[in-house]
């Protein structure tokens, strides 16, 4: 769970949904809601509303998100084994 109030690139969130791990995070002009598309939008809280952070967290703990279903979650996990392969390349 992260609070932002702005957000350029959000290599956390990146490296969360690469490892499959889920993630709950403020609704930011840039960033995050260009990544948390589809269903994963829903785990995006609005600016100033502590009272949704409960929602939310309720939401994701009862029915959290089929990551490796989702295209955003291949496509980072294709890009991080690109660099895996680089780093192990003789």
């Known amino acids: 769970m992260l609070s932002f109030d702005y957000e ?18 403020t609704d930011c002009l840039h960033g995050l809601s260009e990544i948390m598309t589809g269903s994963l939008s829903g785990y995006l809280v609005p600016q100033q509303s502590p009272e949704h952070w409960v929602e939310v ?4 703990r009862l029915s ?13 996990k294709a890009i991080a084994q690109h660099y895996l392969d680089l780093l192990t390349a003789d």
Not at 8 to 19: D, H, R
Not at 57 to 60: E, G, L, N, W, Y
């Open 8 to 25: 350029g690139l959000p290599t956390v969130l990146i490296e969360a949904l690469t490892c499959g791990t889920g993630f709950i995070s």
């Open 57 to 60: 967290i309720k939401c994701a």
């Open 64 to 76: 959290p998100p089929d990551l490796e279903q989702l295209d955003i979650y291949q496509k980072y």
